[in-house]
């Protein structure tokens, strides 16, 4: 019996390959990659444009001046490339303000003070908020304690990220909901706001991380700020000591009329097949705090330089070319979703879509959204990446950006294989969307190396898919 399970399951295996499109890789192709990443590491223009980006224009929050300065500028280096064609998709975003006044503390005889960063999309407190803090680890422990124990509080969501996984975007989803849903989890039994413990492995951060929150429908929108995980702990010990802890906040952020915007988009016309599409992208946009160097002015360097490389190796493509720097990711997508429309609208037909996202540490390899056959050909190039560290070919999460592209309503080809460079994942959330998310953060050779990597795989795709 284990014998005949056995037969079945390398049968089941070799069906699987023997869909998928076989790939000989040559010396040609090796030559080629070499030459790919001797380009992006000595004649590189991807940290020279990053500082630009973060230290010319800044932070990028949809709505505001520097996001239009942001637009300016990518169309700017694309046109200055001589691509084919560079062009604004115009889109409507959101405008969230944080306001000028963010603060917390401790009642005492003097006040400790807490250092917060509103969430994303949160209302304000409408003058100083004072309140009694509850601490939780959990939506669930809300649930449990019940309007009895919540109504009136400030509620603390303390559940920290997870150090085991080695994947540090697994601990992050495993602790995200309580950014993303504490508030009106906890409004719906009566509290008046909520802090949300940073979503960082560094126990000991002063930063504190904001992010995106939402608020339900029907249900009563109080304010929500992220505490630094230094602040947090500090807070766990002056609950266990004292019992209890009355907590003033002050945040006067607001919400905006939508503001009109647009993705920037570059391309390289295909040669054999100008009408099918390879797009490549980042976001725009980034959070008001820091620079948005990692998240996601890596992303954006990384798939402009793309066809800066291309194009400097004299590379025809057969496939049209794309990057779309999207507008809008952090606090609601609506670059990706426009695009995404506009696609459906005008028949595009996308072959591959690749999102850089994660940060601008060195290359590991790609995740790959689609079938098991998408997987088994993506993972004939590991032979020809090895030697550049790129080892991780395996079925996982693109990016938020160009998913809109696979969903029922916008799905052109069936046959669509979307991606996401995967970088080391280390560091990356020691500086996301917080303070020290700067320019001087980022390595100027574990860029280049995410920049030759991205365009490796876009000319392994280009030449091999049929």
Known sequence: MKR????????????????????????????FIRQIFDQALVNGESYQN????????????????????AVVWGKKVMEQQGLDRVYLQPIDVPFWVRGDIETAAINEKEDIAISIKTLGGSVGTNGPMQGNLIE?????????????????????????????????????????????????????????????RSMSLLETDPHAHTGSMGYKPGIKKIPAAAVSTKDAEMIHDYLQRNGTAKVTMNINAHTNDDMPSNNVIGEIRGSVHPEKVIVIGGHLDSWDVGEGAHDDGAGVVHSMEVLRILKAL???????IRVVLFMNEENGNMGGK???????ANNVNHVVAIESDRGGFSPRGFNIKGDSNDVAFVQQFRKVLEEYGLHHFEQGYAGVDIS????????VNPDLIMMGLVPDSQRYFDYHHSDTDV????????LELGCGAMAAMVYLLDKYLP
Do not use: W
Request: hydrophobic letters at 35%.
């Open 404 to 411: 809109p592209l696979g969903t029922k309503e916008n799905l």
């Open 314 to 320: 004299d590379y025809k493509p057969k496939y049209t």
């Open 50 to 69: 990053l500082e630009q980006l973060c230290k010319e224009v800044g932070h990028r929050l949809s709505g505001s001046k520097e996001a239009e300065q």
């Open 338 to 344: 426009g695009y995404a429309a506009k696609a459906k």
């Open 136 to 196: 939780v680890q959990s939506l669930e422990d809300v649930a449990k304690l019940g309007r009895k124990a919540i109504e009136g509080k400030i509620v603390f969501y303390n559940r920290p990220m997870d150090p085991r996984p080695i994947n540090t975007f697994e601990s992050y989803g495993g602790c995200v909901d309580q950014r993303y849903a504490g508030a009106s989890t906890a409004a719906q039994y009566g509290a008046i706001a909520v802090l949300v």
């Open 4 to 31: 005949f399970l056995f037969l079945c399951l390398t049968l089941s295996i070799s069906a699987i390959f023997a869909t998928a499109q076989t790939v000989e890789t040559t010396s040609q192709d090796s030559v």
């Open 439 to 446: 320019f001087e953060s980022v390595n100027k050779r574990e």
